[in-house]
């Protein structure tokens, strides 16, 4: 087993690597740009290092530093975490050339899920069905009308590169077609330095279910279940939970098993995430992201398993803790993404945490690096704290999320805890009865 872990990455998920390292006897290095001196995965680590300047460019994706770094205290293994580089192919052949191990999937399957038209071909190779779409990019303008005639409008077209819910364009009709193509090539060219696009059916309302998936890199794989992702702001998650309220038994180990041989024909090691839009009964694929997820705490209430712990196993050569048969999915988890941000304009509110008190008792779990008088950076993404709450049934769930949100105190910047207390009150949300286009439809009629 290593010795120790170099962590390239910061807040909340920068202590969950450390925790699950720590439980596992090894030691920690934190790395930090100069605004994060004083940020808790900082005091928490056994060893810190300054990476460089405010800006993410010069820290957190600084390659070269974070190399020098690593080979200074001497660690054994590098975790990416989730964002900054965690789905850098390159970064991860580097960290491998210098001889440390890089805690993620070969870097090959990085390369070839991280553009989209490429992941399509794999997942299509691996047997998993596909939303309807251009077989590859769109050459032509003519190309476009024929594969948008041929799968109906109206169509969506997105960037191979795109990611974070950018470069996508729905197309109503023909006559609208050329000039949307051409305007997402150029914004797929400017925001991603590549204008290949491809076209897909634009689903009306489809639920986004996506299955957590793990792999030992010679052929094993298990599934741990699925986790429904639907609520979202600008294809942004906003709220998760595990199960599906719309998903049964028989259909989660049907389509669990088809992404489990999926993921053992492609020899994948480690933890990843198979997204696919659901609407009608039908799954879609529409995505493989190769880390660890945000939402992977709902996963790790509902099977009993650390994800971040089989990530380490994995990467030291370790076989899988566990077989498909020994992985039971029990209660219902939900997360709520809590962000420093105005619940109402989602303008971003960085600043000082003059009163912090998290919520406790049975089943709450709080992943965040806030603290009393910690200073939130301006530089970094807005994500302060994840509630994750376990109950036997879904209905549990829900009262002792309630619960823990009337608890939780964030005093200094705005955040969306407010936007979760009235969200949960819903009686559309209380059924399970929503869609990927169903919060920002609520957002606007509550405007
Ligand atoms: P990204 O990598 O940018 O996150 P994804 O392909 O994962 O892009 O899609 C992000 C979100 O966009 C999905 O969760 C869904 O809300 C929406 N979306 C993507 N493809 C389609 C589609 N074919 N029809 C309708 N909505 C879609």
């Known amino acids: 087993m290593f010795k120790k872990v170099l962590i390239a990455n910061r807040g909340e998920i920068a202590l969950r690597v450390h925790r699950a390292c720590r439980e596992m006897g090894i030691r920690t290095v934190a790395v930090h740009s100069t605004a994060d001196a004083d ?11 300054c990476i460089g300047p405010p800006s993410a460019t010069d820290s957190y994706l600084n390659i070269p530093a974070i190399i020098s770094a690593a080979e200074i205290a001497q660690a054994d293994a590098i975790h990416p975490g989730y964002g900054f580089l965690s789905e850098n192919a390159r970064f991860a052949e580097i960290v491998q050339e210098h001889r440390i191990t890089w805690i993620g999937p070969d870097p090959e399957h990085i390369r070839k899920m991280g553009d989209k038209v490429e992941a399509k071909r794999t997942a299509a190779a691996l047997g998993l069905p596909l939303v309807p779409g251009s077989d590859g990019p769109i050459n032509s303008v003519e190309e476009a009308l024929e594969v948008a005639e041929k799968i109906g409008y109206p169509v969506l077209v997105k960037a191979a590169s795109g990611g974070g819910g950018r470069g996508m364009k729905v197309i109503p009709d023909a006559a609208s077609l050329p000039s949307l193509v051409s305007q997402a090539k150029s914004e797929a060219k400017a925001a991603f330095g590549d204008d ?14 996506e299955f957590q998936i793990f792999g030992d890199g010679q052929g094993g794989a298990v599934h741990m279940g699925e986790r429904d992702c639907s609520l979202q702001r600008r294809h942004q998650k906003v709220l998760e939970e595990a199960p599906s309220p719309v998903l049964s038994a028989a259909e989660r180990a049907r389509m669990g098993e088809v992404v489990r041989q999926a ?15 659901w ?12 880390r660890l997820q945000v939402e992977h705490p709902v996963s790790e209430a509902i099977t009993g398993l650390d994800l971040v712990r089989e990530q380490i196993r994995v990467a030291a050569g370790l076989p899988l803790s566990v077989t498909q048969d020994d992985i039971h999915f029990e209660g219902h988890a939900i997360e709520c993404r809590i962000n420093a941000e105005d619940p109402a304009s989602f303008a971003p509110s960085p600043g000082r945490v003059t009163d912090f008190h998290q919520p406790g008792g049975l089943h709450v779990r709080v992943d965040s690096a806030l603290y009393d008088g910690y200073r939130i950076p301006p530089y970094y993404d807005s994500l302060i704290a994840k509630l994750i709450v376990y109950g036997a049934n879904r209905d549990e769930c829900l009262m002792r999320l309630r619960r823990a949100l009337e608890e939780f105190v964030i005093h200094g ?16 949300f209380q059924k399970g009865d929503y869609s990927i286009k169903w919060l920002e439809r609520w957002l606007a009629a509550k405007a």
């Open 263 to 277: 993921i053992a024909k492609l020899k994948y090691r480690g933890a990843g995430t198979i997204e696919f839009l």
């Open 413 to 428: 910047p705005k955040t969306t805890i407010p936007l979760h207390q009235a969200l949960i009150e819903d009686s559309d």
């Open 196 to 209: 290949t696009v491809y076209i897909e059916k634009y689903l009306s309302e489809p639920r986004h279910i």
């Open 39 to 49: 940020a808790m995965h900082v005091r928490l680590a056994d060893e810190a290092i």
């Open 279 to 290: 609407e009608n009964g039908e799954f879609f694929f529409i995505e493989m992201n190769t």
